[in-house]
């Protein structure tokens, strides 16, 4: 039992008795409150993290703890056996939000990510005609749509597939950003292209201006759903409600999660029109906890907050001053800096990882990915003051590498 507030009994305790399949920072969070982080010692940390865009809205908003803690007080779960008063107001707050016609909710990202290639791939049997057993989807390199056997088994990270093969076949990739490559790769057999409208997990990667818009009519012309994954970028992170809308494009599924939970509770979604989301049947897909009272509540809430309090808007605003001002104390330290709206990579051509840690010891929470990037991604209800406060210690940071 561990009887002290030391974080390195923690650490310890941890270690000893949790599987190794994360390399965290060495900091132990006790309490959190907006863009605020504090651990078992007191010391107060910038969250740049925000639980990989889970955390949006801010740590413990009180208008959705308001609402988790109202619900819990009535009912929490009772699977889809039953039906519930608190699913069908959710699913008309979600599909308008998300200007989709019908969505299914599940619990993690990757779930709503499986839920969308079984969709995906029925289709391509039920509706374009491809023989059984063949229908293929195009993904991009160095993608990041979750760590079940089916994604991971289509990702080109050979750390992610190493050992836990054999993987699902007929997914084809292509790299991220090219039209021509992806037109190339698009065929008969072909029933969805699925992309990440901004690569977080691949090194905050931004396709070029007009990418999306192509992706959308290629799939048109060759009769391909778009999917989209927007479980890190949708609901205000890149400075639009979804990554997508800053080319005006509309996928044939929306994957969400993340944000949807508004850091409370795991909620996630598969969106389509009526047409798609038609060819499920009772018995074709599930998930206990999907769509339970606590999760609908929470998820009306944490669409409530993006919308009302204006969150895209926020992060597109914060975001401007915020690169700028990495880049300015970056300097000629810095090789890049990019992203879209409050996700932001900072590119060092060096690993990442002690940059991570000196912000670490500075007060800063920010963590490495792709080898050489630094992701920086805080809530988006950060103010001013926070962000010059992130570029002063960042350019600490920089300095005593």
Known sequence: MITTQRASAYIETEER????????LDVVISHGEGVWLYDV???????????????NQGHRHPRIVAALLEQAQRVTLTSRAMRNDRFAPFLEKLTSVC???????VNTGVEAVETAIK????W????????????????????????????????????????????????DHVAYGEIEALRAAVGPQTCAVMLEPVQGEGGVVVPPEGYLRAVRQLCSERNVLFLAD???????????????DHEGVTPDILIVGKALGGGLYPVSAALASREIMSLFGPGDHGSTFGGNPLACA????????????????RAR???????????????SRVREVRGRGLLIGVELGTPARPLADALLARGVLAKDTHGTVLRIAPPLVIEDTEIEFLSTVFGEALAAL
């Open 17 to 24: 008795l949790g599987a190794h399949n994360y390399r965290p």
């Open 41 to 55: 010692e007191g010391r107060r940390y910038l969250d740049c993290i925000s639980a990989y865009s889970a955390v």
């Open 99 to 105: 200007r989709q016609e019908m969505a299914l909710p």
């Open 119 to 122: 969709l995906a791939r029925r």
């Open 124 to 171: 391509g049997y039920r509706v374009k005609g491809i023989p059984a057993g063949q229908a293929r989807i195009v993904v991009a390199r160095n993608n990041f749509h979750g760590r079940t056997t089916t994604v991971i088994g289509f990702s080109s990270e050979p750390k992610y597939r190493a050992d836990f093969g054999p993987f699902t076949p007929n997914f």
């Open 230 to 244: 927007e479980i890190q970028t949708g609901f205000g992170r890149t400075g639009d409600l979804f990554a997508c």
């Open 298 to 313: 929470v998820g009306e809430a944490a669409l409530d907050v993006v919308v009302e309090e204006r969150l895209a808007e």
């Open 317 to 331: 605003g914060a975001g401007e001053r915020l690169s700028e001002g990495l880049r300015r104390a970056g300097g």
